[in-house]
């Protein structure tokens, strides 16, 4: 299991990523295949962890994200 220090760059990191959707041939070229694996790889690894990578965002910058409707 990650330590906390870890997990909390781990959710940093993965703030910063693009969303699948902007990722494709015409913005990323070649790489959009690998960059997408990437991504699937990190949310793969917050969800091993427990956590919800669409929570991530909110959990790191409550203060620039939207309030939820429910």
């Not at 960059?35 to 917050?46: A, D």
Request: overall charge negative; some cysteine; hydrophobic content about 35%.
């Amino acid at each position: 299991m990650a330590d906390s220090d870890t997990l909390d760059a781990l959710k940093v990191a993965f703030t910063y990523m693009p969303q699948p959707i902007e990722v494709n041939r015409f913005t990323h070229g070649d790489d959009a295949a690998r960059i997408h694996e990437h991504i699937t790889f990190v949310r793969e690894t917050l969800l091993s962890l427990g956590i919800d990578p669409d929570e991530v965002a909110g959990e790191i910058n409550p203060d620039s994200s939207p309030n939820s409707c429910y």
